[in-house]
């Protein structure tokens, strides 16, 4: 069973940091391309950012470029997201997902809310 | 970037009823369009990839059709489970954008 599990999240003042972590198991997670999915609360979803399965290329949304940076440890089965200068308009839940080539985003975690507020 | 943009941003409809979402890229994405359903507190799921791609164990009431900018999702028989928020998404080119978000409610 494929699961993915979010942890991190939490309350950060403006300008502050914060590390999320994606564990996964139940599939080869080298093999899979994976992203980053916020919602912002009562809000749409917001793609984030993407990796490569081996960890070679990353790609952004413009809005977090410069300030997030997102990696994997393939070794470990981990995602992560390291947020800095983190703003309010960052205040949302993120998940993480899972991308299928041959279909799409087709696994996702429950999600970890991150809350930016003095 | 890619403008994804859905309507109706909400509908009301009964048990039994046909209904059909749209969503409208501001340039061609070919069939690299997805369809997700999320209910409230919970991580979106996928219905529909390729535009018009069942996703296994999704019910076939479901179907998506589309492509190049203009693209619908159909639900043949509303039945209560269904009643959720439902979003399209391109993954043509990065970033990955999605639309607003099309909320189904029951009249």
Not at chain 1, 9 to 38: A, E, I, K, N
Not at chain 1, 39 to 60: D, M, R
Not at chain 2, 1 to 25: E, F, K
């Amino acid at each position: 069973e494929v699961e993915l599990l979010e942890s991190g999240g939490g309350l950060v003042q403006p300008g502050g940091s914060l590390r999320l972590s994606c564990v996964v198991s139940g599939f080869t997670f080298s093999s899979y391309d994976m992203s980053w999915v916020r919602q912002a609360p009562g809000k749409g979803l917001e793609w984030v950012s993407g990796i490569s399965g081996s960890g070679g290329s990353t790609y952004y949304v413009d809005s977090v470029k410069g300030r997030f940076t997102m990696s994997r440890d393939n070794s470990k089965n981990t995602l992560y997201l390291q947020m800095n200068s983190l703003r309010a308009e960052d205040t949302a839940v993120y998940y993480c997902a899972k991308f299928n080539q041959g279909t799409a985003f087709d696994d996702w975690g429950q999600g970890t809310l991150v809350t930016v507020s003095s | 970037d890619i403008q994804m943009t859905q309507s109706p941003s909400s509908l009301s409809a009964s048990v039994g009823d046909r209904v059909t979402i749209t969503c409208r890229a501001s340039q061609s994405i070919s069939s690299y369009l997805i369809w997700y359903q999320q209910k409230p507190g919970k991580a979106p799921k996928l219905l529909i990839y390729a535009a018009s791609s069942l996703q296994s164990g999704v019910p076939s009431r479901f179907s998506g059709s589309g492509s190049g900018t203009d693209f619908t999702l159909t639900i043949s028989s509303l039945q209560p489970e269904d009643f959720a928020t439902y979003y399209c998404q391109q993954n043509y080119s990065t970033p990955y954008t999605f639309g607003q978000g099309t909320k189904l409610e029951i009249k």
